[in-house]
């Protein structure tokens, strides 16, 4: 795997990006105008365990074009294990800044996921907070592989140069690698439950747990059956904790 611009090593097939957010959007514009296509991951500490089983989904991570650092868990880990200092981009931060950038610019943005509705009422919400958005095509994330061709093959009549998914990881990362060839110089991220807030359905945590980096926390206690997750989020803290040797690169 070729070296990604400005970013540095963390884990095996894993680099992030370390300049500041400014100049990630800045850097992603340059892409735009060159015809370059970008596929964006906002990495978390799920992400990293899930590479423990998921061939599909680490391959998806050898081809992002660039991957930011989503939350403290992943900072720390950067900072004991690669030595490096990553800057926090959550990615519903971010996600929403690339929206805006496409209202200024004219840009057509697709919506894809969440329930049946939802994408619809976050097109609602972000075309009155960001006059000129130009959203040329959205469906919700309950499809099957069935649907999938058909689907892609509508999205890509659209042309859209922004496509923010919303499918929860790793199914929204495998799909966009996937299918990023069928979107040429597009900007492509996953953004989990980020239409879910977008629409209004949801609402992201208080500052408070934004700040002391745990929203985690937050979601658990709204969402109960995130439960499992906390397991999984103490075995990537006893693993950095007692690191010893990087995950396997292609599962196991």
Do not use: C
Not at 71 to 90: F, H, M, T
């Amino acid at each position: 795997m070729p070296s990604r611009y400005d970013h540095q090593p963390f884990l095996p097939g894993i680099e992030l990006w370390t300049q500041s957010r400014s100049e990630l959007l800045s850097y992603l514009e340059k892409r735009i105008n060159d015809g370059q296509t970008s596929f964006i991951i906002t990495l978390n500490p799920l992400m990293i365990m899930e590479r423990k089983s998921n061939k599909e989904f680490n391959r998806s991570l050898e081809t992002a074009d660039v991957i930011v650092a989503d939350g403290r868990g992943v900072r720390w880990a950067a900072r004991k294990i690669g030595k490096i200092n990553p800057p926090l981009i959550p990615g519903v931060e971010l996600a929403e800044e690339l929206i805006g950038y496409a209202a200024v610019k004219g840009l057509p943005v697709a919506l894809i996921g969440a329930h049946p509705g939802v994408w619809e009422k976050a097109r609602e919400n972000l075309s009155k907070k960001y006059p000129g958005l130009n959203i040329v095509a959205g469906h919700h994330g309950y499809f099957n592989e069935t649907d999938e061709g058909e689907l892609i093959d509508r999205l890509a009549s659209h042309k859209p140069l922004l496509i923010i998914a919303g499918m929860g990881f790793p199914r929204q990362e495998i799909f966009l690698y996937k299918y990023k060839g069928r979107f040429p110089g597009a900007i492509l991220i996953g953004v989990g439950g980020s239409l879910d807030v977008y629409s209004g359905v949801k609402k992201r945590a208080p500052v408070f747990f934004r700040k002391t980096g745990t929203e985690w926390l937050w979601r658990m206690l709204t969402e109960p059956s995130r439960i499992k997750s906390f397991w999984r989020l103490l075995k990537f803290w006893l693993w950095v904790k007692f690191y010893i040797s990087p995950l396997p690169k292609n599962g196991v």
